[in-house]
């Protein structure tokens, strides 16, 4: 199995993500920060920067 990243819930639309990403899978809008699943490579590097803990990684099926 595959893993991604994903917004839970309280993002504080810091940026610190979208630095972080070498593969631009990250945007962001009104609620905050959004991951292109087809662009994450599951690589975390995300999580380990976001000061509110608001990305978790889940399992995908391919």
């Known amino acids: 199995m595959s893993r991604i990243m994903r917004v839970d819930h ?3 639309k810091c940026d610190s993500c979208r630095w972080e990403c070498r593969f ?3 945007s962001f809008d ?15 590097r995300c999580i380990a920067v976001c000061p509110a803990e608001a990305i978790s990684s889940v399992e995908i099926k391919p």
Not at 30 to 44: L, M, Q
């Open 10 to 12: 309280g993002c504080v």
């Open 24 to 26: 631009q899978a990250i």
């Open 30 to 44: 009104r609620e905050g920060a959004r991951i292109d699943p087809r662009r994450c490579t599951g690589c975390g």
